[in-house]
């Protein structure tokens, strides 16, 4: 068990839940009311900021409901919170459907996965070692 401390920065500010106890990712909610224009995107607010220790980040990530029945998913999935970021928590949503939607305080918008980060370090070299798929790109594996 990881532990994460928060603070609530305004009224309206949900702790995020799991539904289930073995669920990957917690449920992330809105602080406030927020109109998505159709085909448009926006910033929704939290009103929490959280505090992952050394070595964690923390994905958000769409939630399926909002993506099958609405056309809403957050933008730059999965967003990435670093260990050292210390501000609000916002969820960045658009709106892929012809409606406008509500976004009303309290409503889940998003999930938030927490994952342990694996340190790396680049190495400059004169060539790499082969591999079976060589460079072959996009498609590469075949048309099907």
């Given amino acids: 068990m990881v532990p994460i401390k928060y603070v609530k920065l305004r009224e309206g500010a949900h702790i995020p839940t799991k539904a289930h106890e073995d669920d990957a990712g917690f449920d992330l909610y809105a602080?406030?009311?927020?109109a998505l224009k159709s085909h448009s995107y926006g910033c929704v607010p939290t009103a929490?900021?959280?505090e992952l220790p050394q070595g964690y980040e923390a994905q958000v990530r769409p939630?399926?409901?909002l993506a099958a029945k609405h056309g809403v998913t957050v933008l730059n999935a999965p967003g990435t919170?670093?260990?050292g970021y210390r501000g609000e928590l916002?969820?960045?949503l658009i709106n892929h459907?012809?409606?406008?939607f509500?976004?009303?305080?309290?409503m889940r918008i998003a999930q938030l996965v927490i994952s342990s980060v694996v340190s790396a370090e680049f190495i400059a070299v004169a060539s790499l070692e082969d591999s079976a798929r060589g460079e072959g790109g996009f498609g590469s594996?075949?048309?099907n």
């Fill in 90 to 92: 916002k969820v960045i």
């Fill in 97 to 100: 459907g012809d409606e406008d």
């Fill in 48 to 50: 929490l900021s959280i």
């Fill in 81 to 83: 919170i670093d260990a």
């Fill in 63 to 65: 939630r399926s409901g």
């Fill in 141 to 143: 594996s075949g048309t």
């Fill in 102 to 106: 509500l976004i009303t305080a309290g």
């Fill in 31 to 34: 602080s406030e009311d927020f």
